[in-house]
């Protein structure tokens, strides 16, 4: 946060930020999700979110149910390998579960409260997104990456 100031707050952004993330296209007084960071020794409830965004995807559809809905948005192709049903995903900064994955596309399941508290439940078809795919799929990749290059050395010695 750079200032907060009546109630406002600036923030400045970085180049990789802005390539990584729908922040470039947002407008002065655009709606953003903030959480706060979890306190070291602090209660863990759900999913490991840590606010670093790894693409931008597109809304599909958010189809209302009652009070809740379901979002369904494309996976990027580069994404795919770390978006599994139950898993879990971060959408423009919000924790969620991922209901169904098929083909390019998941669903997630928003509760009233999200819907209500959140910007995704003015999500329309066709807006951005950004995505933070799960840390602990991340660090198995890089673990299991990192065994395979070994074992490739190893047998070319």
Known sequence: VEGVRGGQATFA???ETLAR?????LRLGSRVNL???LLAGGRLGGHIVQGHVDQVTRVV????TGDSAVLTFEVPPAGRK???GKGSIALDGVSLTVATVRGGQATVAL?????????LGQARAGV???VEYDILAKYLEALLKGAQ???DEQQSD
Do not use: C
């Not at 993330?21 to 296209?25: A, E, P, Q």
């Not at 009233?112 to 959140?118: A, V």
């Open 82 to 84: 770390y978006v599994v």
């Open 13 to 15: 952004l970085s180049a």
């Open 111 to 119: 509760i009233p409260f999200t819907l209500q508290h959140t910007t």
């Open 149 to 151: 290059d070994r074992k």
């Open 128 to 130: 951005r997104l950004n």
């Open 61 to 64: 559809s958010l189809r209302r």
């Open 35 to 37: 959480e706060r960071a």
């Open 21 to 25: 993330t729908n922040l470039g296209s």
